[in-house]
């Protein structure tokens, strides 16, 4: 699953090919200072919510849209580029933190979360 936001519109790709789009809002986006979360929504108070039930690869966050059209062919391993502003490898940690790339952040683990071998 890819998501896309380029200021004009929000795209949603999975496998690679387009499966929705939506125009942006008018106006500035609104910002917050509450933390962002892997795998799960943040409550008004910064409590995750609403998790997510399966398994999560990679995750990367970019500065600017990697992907447009309606069809990408998608990486089997995310790699870091001059963009990237963060990119976690889920299949490995150190105690309760998920190395970020070199020159990025790194993730800590919180709740009951567990990393566990691809299938």
Known sequence: VAGVYDRAEGRVYLNGRLIERSPAGVGERTRNSLPFMIGADVNRRGQATSFFDGLIDNVRLSRGALYLGSRFRPERQ???GPKTVFLFDMD???GPYVPGAPG??????GGSAELAPAE
């Not at 990025?104 to 683990?109: D, G, H, K, M």
């Open 104 to 109: 990025t952040v790194r993730a800590t683990l």
């Open 78 to 80: 995310l790699e870091a």
């Open 92 to 94: 490995g940690r150190l």
